[in-house]
């Protein structure tokens, strides 16, 4: 009995380790993924309201990583009277932002922290949901393997440290085991504990990058959805600074 109970003391004091290692393995290739991002995508969201009712935007979305920066810049370029440029910026260390202007601004305010769970069609895709931190948290538990459809996936639940700005008390991944691309994603919202679940269908890839071709939003027993279509785009768009600079914030 004693040598039973040393055994399953000595397998608890190894798993937290192994089980720690075994999620940064699989976090690798999505943190890469996104410090490699270079792309350039256009397409439009759609909003589909409980009624069927369906509202349109046409979008252009442009991302790089700088060193320990991720700039994601929304272009909403109709229609005209929701013409707006978004600017959010991600740091590994929780210190993120968002910017947001309009035609005729002389300058991009900041947007105020509360306001981060709005989007450019409310809050199913919100404005933080472009910037994927969660993947940078300080707790990563790998807590099983799953399928999802027919693809074999890792579990990853992340939860988000004192220092990171977010709405999201959690978020659970499940990553597709052989390339490491999330393939569905649920996140819990503090206070209320809504659950948003997002999916990613027509993944393909294109220059060396995983990506999906439609990402579909929707609030845990409501009705209606959210949709970010991308009808074409660059994984590689050798874009700079300049892209991002203040000056092209209130060019329209």
Not at 22 to 39: C, F, G, N, S, W
Not at 67 to 75: E, F, I, Q, R, Y
Not at 114 to 126: A, I, K, R, V, Y
Not at 186 to 197: I, L, N, Q, R, Y
Request: net charge neutral; hydrophobic share 40%.
């Amino acid at each position: 009995m004693r040598a039973l109970v040393a055994v399953l003391a000595a397998a608890l004091l190894i798993s937290p380790g192994a089980h720690a290692a075994d999620a940064k393995a699989v976090l690798t290739p999505t943190r890469e993924r996104i410090e490699q991002a270079d792309y350039r995508i256009t397409g439009h969201m759609v909003r589909v309201d409980p009624d069927g009712k369906r509202t349109n935007l046409g979008v252009t979305i442009k991302a790089h990583w700088f060193p320990g920066l991720l700039k994601v810049l929304v272009d909403i370029g109709s229609p005209v009277d929701a013409r707006a440029h978004i600017l959010m910026e991600m740091r590994p260390n929780g210190e993120s932002s968002i910017r947001i202007a309009h035609p005729g601004d002389s300058a991009a305010a900041v947007l105020p922290f509360d306001h981060w769970t709005d989007g450019p069609l409310g809050s199913g895709f919100s404005y933080e949901d472009f910037l994927e931190s969660q993947f940078f948290w300080p707790t990563q538990t790998l807590t099983e393997k799953i399928k999802y459809g027919a693809r074999d996936c890792d579990m990853l639940k992340s939860v988000p440290g004192t220092a990171e700005r977010t709405h999201y008390a959690e978020v659970s991944t499940w990553l597709d085991h052989a390339i490491g691309f999330p393939v569905h994603v649920e996140k819990t919202m503090k206070g209320s504990g809504a659950v948003k679940e997002f999916t990613n269908f027509g993944l393909r890839h294109e220059q060396g990058v995983w990506s999906a071709s439609q990402v579909e939003v929707k609030t845990r027993g409501q009705a209606g959805s959210t949709l970010l279509i991308i009808d074409r785009g660059s994984a590689k768009a050798n874009l700079t600074a300049e892209d991002f600079s203040p000056a092209r914030m209130v060019h329209f």
